[in-house]
């Protein structure tokens, strides 16, 4: 079975560009989460897709958006990137559950951002 | 708010030495719970998890963690530490319905 799979592994921007990120995930399952892991800052939470719909959102601008395609992949766009946006981050997803159901993430390599 | 505290920011062992990671969460409802392991630049890998039952749970690599509700905690513990195990730990806590919220992580340095 094929894990999470992320794409690029490293990408370079400047000040004020826009970045995508792509996230594809474990197959059959259908929520994916990205998280941002500055230096020194842990797992910071961004954005929760399931079904194709946001269900949650960490604090963070609304620079920072995303979708989730009808086969789950999933983007995350960073707008106006910022000198402070540069850190790895990662994609998970985990299988689909109802209100009650009990599941574990699964994570992909990630994303290195540089912001020069 | 739920919410995961990881006391220890880093840890430093000697190989061979044992090791005992501590993890707290505040949480109105049984939790789930996870630890999982990050090597220098790459994702997370889970090392065991908590759904419900025996309170002490066996993960890979030789982990081990328990659930004390109690005291609201699920420690990760290793008998004995090899230098491979040198990395960055986290702990999780999963709401049912999959909202997860983590610590800010513990590392880990192992010398010889």
């Known amino acids: 079975e094929a894990g999470v799979t992320q794409s690029p592994t490293h990408l370079i921007k400047t000040r004020g560009q826009q970045a995508t990120l792509r996230c594809s995930p474990i197959?059959?399952?259908?929520?994916v989460y990205w998280y941002q892991q500055a230096l020194g800052l842990g797992l910071q939470f961004l954005l929760w897709y399931d079904e194709g719909e946001e269900r949650n959102r960490g604090n963070f601008p609304p620079r920072f958006s995303g979708r989730q395609f009808p086969n789950y992949s999933s983007e995350l766009n960073v707008n106006a990137l910022e000198l402070e946006d540069s850190a790895l981050y990662l994609c998970?997803?985990?299988?689909?559950?109802?209100?009650?159901?009990?599941?574990?993430?699964?994570f992909g390599p990630g994303t290195r951002l540089t912001v020069l | 708010a739920q919410s995961v505290t990881q006391p220890d920011i880093h840890i430093t062992v000697s190989e061979g030495a044992s090791l005992e990671l501590r993890c707290n969460y505040s949480y109105g409802a049984t939790p789930y719970l996870f630890w999982y392991v990050q090597s220098p630049g790459q994702g997370l890998q889970l090392l065991l998890k908590y759904f419900s039952g025996d309170t002490l749970v066996q993960g890979i690599k030789g982990f081990e963690a328990e659930f004390k509700r109690s005291q609201s905690s699920f420690n990760l513990r290793k008998p004995s530490v090899h230098w491979s195990d040198a990395a960055e730990y986290f702990c999780a806590v999963g709401e049912t319905g999959n909202q997860f919220y983590f610590g800010t992580g513990t590392s880990l340095t192992v010398i010889p």
């Open positions: 197959s059959g399952h259908t929520s």
């Open positions: 998970a997803s985990t299988r689909t559950g109802g209100p009650s159901s009990y599941n574990e993430q699964f």
